[in-house]
């Protein structure tokens, strides 16, 4: 019970501490606190600057992904040693690996079309 009181003491004799500079300078009569400024976290102004940094971080991040993911099929074929299932397993994944990559592609060039396009129209 004694010990519960103590430990109460000392948290609050710690917080005290950590707020006391905090309130004496918030009440200091005659200085108006500092203006706020909130700063746009993004560093974009336009929605076609906000989705060319998004299709970036994801060309940046599936690039090495799709890379990994073709020597894995390459591997697949390697191991199927002329089985037909497992060279079916290693086609379809080659495939999907493929059908990515042209998706990932595909998308970067339909945005930079779609922007070619916006910025034409103005």
Do not use: C, H, W
């Not at 993004?42 to 060319?52: M, N, Q």
């Not at 390697?78 to 086609?91: C, H, I, Q, T, Y």
């Amino acid at each position: 019970m004694m010990k519960k009181i103590l430990n109460k003491i000392q948290y609050l004799f710690f917080l005290g501490v950590i707020y006391a500079p905090i309130l004496i300078k918030a009440e200091t009569p005659g200085t108006p606190p500092p203006p706020i400024k909130l700063g746009n976290p993004l560093k974009v102004d336009t929605f076609e600057a906000l989705i060319a940094e998004i299709l970036k971080v994801v060309v940046m991040i599936a690039s090495p992904i799709a890379v990994l993911a073709i020597i894995y099929s390459g591997f697949l074929f390697v191991k199927a040693r002329g089985k037909p299932e497992e060279l079916k397993s290693a086609r379809e994944t080659l495939m999907g690996t493929i059908i990515g990559i042209a998706v990932l592609l595909g998308a970067s060039v339909l945005s930079a079309v779609i922007k070619g396009t916006i910025q034409s129209l103005k």
